[in-house]
């Protein structure tokens, strides 16, 4: 289940903050101990309350830990689907804000470091998190470029391949820097000047195609 359709199912207001604080929980145990590290005995000690209600609401560590992602990134891909009539170039922008926060946080580096580790040996692990994080921000990204390109505010060929130069270009060397020990200075005025400049940059080329 995804969390965005938690609303949807029938919980009670004291179901949903019991499903809350087991997602804060979750959130809190793997960016301590990685994916392999957590369990839900420990997940369920940091909330409070039962294992049966974890399974109940989760199913299993796994379907704890989609839900978890998917809290994690929900603002961004809410920010795409409540643009309305804003200008490309806004939305663009802070959206590049975004996934430098949701990316770029030494704890979400760890978690990443021991989740590509993990999926030499759980390849499905790592599917899971791409599926559920990735590739899900650029199917959003990628729809939300079509739809502009529909209305005649942006000309986008291949949403699909836009989308992942988009994040590409604002992650690149950061990311990269970051997996290996060496994350940048990431004060507000470096993460803000890199979002506008790739964004520019962005619909520039969009503009030369």
Known sequence: MSVNDSAHQGFTPRG????????????????????????????????????????????????????????????????????????PEEVLTELARDLMDLALPAANIRLIRGIAAEAERTPDLGALFLDHGPDRTRRELADYLKAQHQRGRLTVKDPRAAAGIFTGMVLGEWMLDSLVGRPPQLDAQARDERARLCTQLFLGGLGGQ
Request: proline fraction near 1%; avoid cysteine; aromatic fraction near 8%.
């Open 16 to 87: 949903e903050a019991r499903r809350q604080r087991l997602l804060a929980a979750a959130r809190e145990v793997f960016l301590d101990k990685g994916y392999a590290g957590a369990s839900v005995n420990d997940i369920v000690a940091r909330a409070g309350g039962s294992l049966s209600t974890l399974y109940k609401l989760f199913g299993n560590k796994e379907g704890l830990f989609v839900a978890s992602m998917e809290a994690q990134a929900s603002s961004v891909w809410s920010r795409l689907g409540q643009a309305g009539e804003r200008p």
